[in-house]
């Protein structure tokens, strides 16, 4: 079993800068890929950003040049920096982890990108 502990969200205006973090913790294989979804109010969950143990990113294309993915595979913790936030990026953010053929998720931490 795996634990996910996130932190981070908040209410930011347009134009700033947040910080996610999220500890893993439990059974974690060493080859493992970590990472952002997220939801919106009556849409679906999408992809953020993920990164490999291997240090391997992928961007959705409405973040990129945006956002950063990070992890500290010591502490099996997974960061997303959020700079240029827009209205649009307001959202439920879930982390994720995939580990020995499973997908973790966390209970998610609410964005707001509001004047």
């Known amino acids: 079993q795996v634990q996910m502990v996130e932190s981070g969200g908040g209410l930011v205006q347009p134009g700033g800068s947040l910080r996610l973090s999220c500890a893993a913790s439990?059974?974690?294989?060493?080859?493992?890929?970590m990472g952002w979804y997220r939801q919106a109010p009556g849409k679906q969950r999408e992809l953020v950003a993920t990164i490999t143990s291997g240090g391997i990113t992928n961007y959705a294309d409405s973040v990129k040049g945006r956002f950063t993915v990070s992890r500290d595979n010591t502490k099996n913790t997974v960061y997303l920096q959020m700079n240029s936030l827009k209205p649009e990026d307001a959202a439920v953010y879930y982390c994720?982890?995939?580990?020995?053929?499973?997908?973790?998720w966390g209970q998610g931490t609410q964005v707001t990108v509001s004047s």
């Open positions: 994720a982890v995939r580990t020995l053929g499973t997908d973790y």
């Open positions: 439990g059974r974690i294989a060493s080859v493992n890929r």
